[in-house]
């Protein structure tokens, strides 16, 4: 059974740093890993995802890693702002369509 | 707004009633999925669909809980006989076929007294 598990559970830094949360996946046989972010209370928003066959993704401030046969993902983010306070969520999609998350990282950047 | 639209956004409910929530899709996308989430935790895939076909369900469906997509479009969840339990987000996505990224809905919060 594919278990997802997100470290730290929760981050607080003050405005301007530069940050990584981490993700790691018990089952390397994974069709892709994505990055969401999760406002209270509201849906999902995707960020990245990447391909299996993939090493990494970027977005704007936002820099995924993906090294499937560790299991583990990395999403950088350069440059912190308020804004981006929310809960970062990892997923992975295995057989099925299905995503399989981990709990989150619950981010808050001070002004 | 062409996104995923999820209706209720909140439910409160008293223990044994009936509770059903609706999801459109994507007007093109094919796949429609359910996902629960409680506090705190990351979302839990119960059931997809493609097109009107229920591929597949997680174990966390009980026989409490159905979804039909009858016309490949809109999807309905119902939870029968609710128990405190079953509090929680009901997150509803979409997508195309081969085309991995599900767009999310903003959830129906229910809450069961």
């Known amino acids: 059974k594919q278990e997802v598990t997100q470290i730290p559970a929760a981050l607080s830094v003050p405005e301007g740093e530069n940050l990584v949360l981490n993700c790691s996946f018990t089952d390397s046989a994974i069709y892709n890993l994505q990055w969401f972010r999760q406002d209270p209370g509201k849906g999902l928003t995707s960020l990245l995802l990447i391909q299996s066959s993939q090493r990494e993704q970027t977005s704007g401030r936002l820099n995924a890693s993906l090294d499937k046969s560790s299991g583990r993902s990395t999403l950088y983010i350069a440059a912190s702002q308020p804004g981006d306070s929310a809960t970062y969520l990892c997923?992975?999609?295995?057989?099925?369509?299905?995503?399989?998350f981990g709990e989150g990282t619950q981010l808050t950047v001070n002004p | 707004d062409t996104g995923v639209s999820q209706d209720p956004r909140h439910k409160i409910t008293k223990r044994g009633q009936n509770v059903t929530f609706r999801c459109d899709p994507i007007?093109?996308?094919?796949?429609l999925y359910w996902y629960r989430q409680t506090l705190g935790q990351g979302p839990e895939f119960l059931t997809y669909?493609?097109?009107?076909?229920?591929?597949?369900k997680s174990r966390l469906l009980s026989d409490r809980f159905s979804a039909e997509r009858p016309k490949g479009s809109f999807s309905t969840l119902e939870i029968q006989r609710t128990e405190q339990g079953d509090s929680a987000m009901y997150l509803c996505?979409?997508?195309?076929?081969?085309?991995?990224?599900?767009?999310f809905g903003p959830g129906t919060r229910l809450l069961v007294l």
């Open positions: 996505a979409s997508g195309l076929a081969g085309v991995e990224t599900q767009y």
């Open positions: 997923a992975v999609e295995t057989s099925g369509s299905r995503l399989t």
């Open positions: 007007s093109e996308h094919n796949r």
């Open positions: 669909f493609q097109n009107e076909a229920q591929l597949e």
